[in-house]
């Protein structure tokens, strides 16, 4: 019998023992997958593809912290990208760590399979120190308002890992037939169920559903995150989550999953439509009043790779050399296509339309 003020070491092993794919559940995955798979040509189609990758991490970086209670604006988030971090307030720093710790666990992954190895590397990124694996007892999770206990996960290190290569097993196992999206929502489960680290599973837990799509050729790149979708249902997410650990009710915890995943993909192919339209304006526009020296295709792209630039990136990219960096870039703060920002000593230039479109979800 579950009860919450009782570490939970009597969590079940993987694969479950309750029918994972019902009809329903089936029906719904097959929209998912075909949904998924849209969005990866969709992805695959962009020039650039460095413009969808850069703004996607790091919007779910924020929206991923977001549900820590770890905020911050989507304008700090872009200039403490392009700036030294170092200058970044408390929590733009702890957002840009989860952009950092993603591309870690992204390719560690593609080095190899899952292991715990993998898991331990990605939250000390997230949390820039050297954590480890759980070995002490007191870890409550509480319901923010009541402050009653609503769950105690498993204690003792041993106990723990055991959980976790389980975990590690279950998702390298390419041989049971089971649909990758489904298993998903059972690997995302019982990751949050064991919380193997004081601090921090959250965040991983949502990294490791991206580098798990990845790993399941399902995605080229990391461009699908539920973190925006999970704000928003908040209450349903922990709800669901419960009710597979009070009452094994799988069901309605993968149908929840698989919408996230229907929703999120159909969201972030309407956002990759918009920003190709909003930088095929700026082409025009960029023609019609820049002069020929100045425009080019690769200038373009390099001003949707992410919000705000800097004329090192130019020199980076081989567009312009230093004094001319600076020209070209007052030369598209003139016809109105950036606007210029100082910070700090930086001259920073901001493309407002696409930071105003990034905004929007």
């Known amino acids: ?9 009597d969590l079940p092993l993987l694969p479950p023992t309750t029918e994972l794919e019902s009809r329903s ?8 997958n075909r949904v998924l798979a849209s969005l990866n040509a969709k992805a695959s189609s962009i020039p650039n593809q460095s413009m969808l990758v850069n703004t996607a991490t790091l919007k779910e970086a924020k929206d991923s912290s977001e549900i820590e209670n770890i905020v911050t604006t989507s304008d700090s988030l872009f200039e403490g990208f392009v700036l030294d971090a170092g200058s970044a307030d408390p929590a733009t720093k702890e957002v840009l760590s989860y952009r950092n710790a993603l591309w870690e666990g992204f390719h560690a992954v593609q080095k190899g399979k ?9 939250v000390q990124k997230i949390k820039k120190g050297a954590v480890g694996i759980r070995d002490g007892s007191g870890t409550r999770i509480a319901n923010p308002v009541t402050q009653e206990v609503v769950y105690t996960p498993p204690e003792g290190e041993i106990q723990i890992k055991t959980l976790l290569e389980n975990l590690v097993l279950y998702m390298n196992d390419d041989k049971d037939d089971i649909d990758p999206l489904v298993k998903l929502a059972v690997i995302h489960y019982q990751f949050e169920a064991i919380h193997p680290f004081k601090d921090g599973n959250g965040r ?5 559903i991206i580098l798990y799509l990845v790993a399941q050729n399902l995605l080229d790149l990391p461009i699908l995150y539920l973190s925006h979708y999970l704000v928003e249902h908040k209450n349903a997410y922990y709800k669901k989550l419960r009710a597979v650990t009070e009452n094994q009710q799988w069901e309605q915890w993968i149908l929840f999953m698989l919408e996230g995943i229907t929703v999120t993909a159909q969201h972030t192919i309407a956002k990759i439509d918009a920003i190709q339209e909003l930088m095929q304006e700026t082409v025009l526009l960029a023609r019609k009043k820049l002069p020929d020296r100045v425009y080019s295709k690769e200038l373009i792209e390099l001003l949707f790779e992410q919000p705000y630039t800097k004329g090192s990136f130019l020199v980076e990219r081989g567009i312009a050399k230093r004094q001319t960096a600076a020209e070209y870039l007052k030369a ?11 910070v700090g000593r930086e001259n920073l230039y901001q493309n407002s339309w696409l930071l105003a479109l990034l905004k929007k979800h």
Not at 25 to 32: D, T, Y
Request: glycine letters at 4%; aromatic letters at 10%; charged letters at 30%.
């Open 1 to 9: 019998m579950f009860d919450p003020q009782k570490p939970y070491n």
């Open 25 to 32: 559940i089936l029906k719904n995955a097959i929209k998912a």
């Open 114 to 122: 899952f292991s715990q190895e993998v898991f331990v590397k990605v």
């Open 204 to 208: 991983t837990g949502r990294i490791i």
């Open 332 to 342: 598209l703060e003139k016809v109105g296509i950036l606007k210029s920002k100082k």
